[in-house]
């Protein structure tokens, strides 16, 4: 069965320094130089650590399968070549949001723009209440991000990290539409 996003083209969103776009398959080794990197890897919750090239076919070659059936969405950060990724999962009024940066780009405020585009985005759409996240605990930068946005925090659990093959602490946060909105005054 054919989903009206299938129908649809492929959607892009512009910030002033990036451009979220689909992947595609050349992104593979941008992808693997950024998951190859521990410190990054280490705060994701379903990605394997080391991350090689096979994986990062793997993961494209869902994605794609995926894209016409699926109401996830799975943007490259783009500026000048893919820097890392953003997506929202799980269909429904209560997204998850989910992103990772390759470490070259910290501290240049890329992930807060895309955060903030993806956010303001998703709220477009009148059906969708809250936005939910999170960061496993000590993930600061990550957190940071969020609270910045308007993200609260609204609980813990545990989690499986692939990566390091382990439940973690994790810190549950979401972002209600009147919340986003408040914040953007």
């Known amino acids: 069965m054919m989903t009206l996003r299938a129908m649809l083209p492929?959607?892009?969103?512009?910030?002033?320094?990036?451009l979220l776009r689909p992947l595609r398959p050349e992104d593979g080794p941008a992808i693997v130089a950024g998951l190859s990197d521990y410190e990054?890897?280490?705060?994701l919750a379903r990605v394997p650590y080391p991350y090689d090239l096979d994986e990062a076919r793997r993961?494209?070659?869902?994605?794609?399968?995926?894209?016409?059936?699926?109401?996830?969405?799975?943007?490259?950060i783009d500026r000048d070549g893919m820097i890392?990724?953003?997506?929202l999962r799980d269909a429904g009024p209560e997204p998850v949001l989910g992103y990772w940066l390759a470490q070259a780009h910290w501290g240049k405020r890329y992930m807060?723009?895309?955060?903030?585009?993806?956010?303001?985005d998703t709220f477009l759409d009148p059906g969708i209440r809250t936005i939910q996240s999170g960061?496993?605990?000590?993930?600061?930068?990550?957190?940071?991000?969020?609270?910045?946005?308007?993200?609260?925090?609204?609980?813990?659990?545990?989690?499986?990290n692939l990566a390091l093959g382990r439940d973690l602490a994790h810190i549950d946060t979401a972002l209600t539409r009147a919340r986003h909105y408040e914040f953007k005054k």
């Open 10 to 18: 492929e959607k892009t969103i512009r910030t002033a320094s990036l």
């Open 40 to 43: 990054v890897t280490r705060w």
């Open 59 to 76: 993961f494209l070659a869902w994605e794609r399968a995926q894209r016409p059936v699926s109401a996830e969405q799975v943007y490259a």
């Open 84 to 87: 890392g990724l953003i997506s």
């Open 112 to 120: 807060s723009e895309a955060v903030a585009a993806l956010v303001d």
């Open 135 to 160: 960061v496993f605990e000590g993930n600061e930068r990550s957190l940071a991000i969020q609270k910045r946005l308007g993200f609260e925090i609204v609980g813990r659990s545990v989690q499986h």
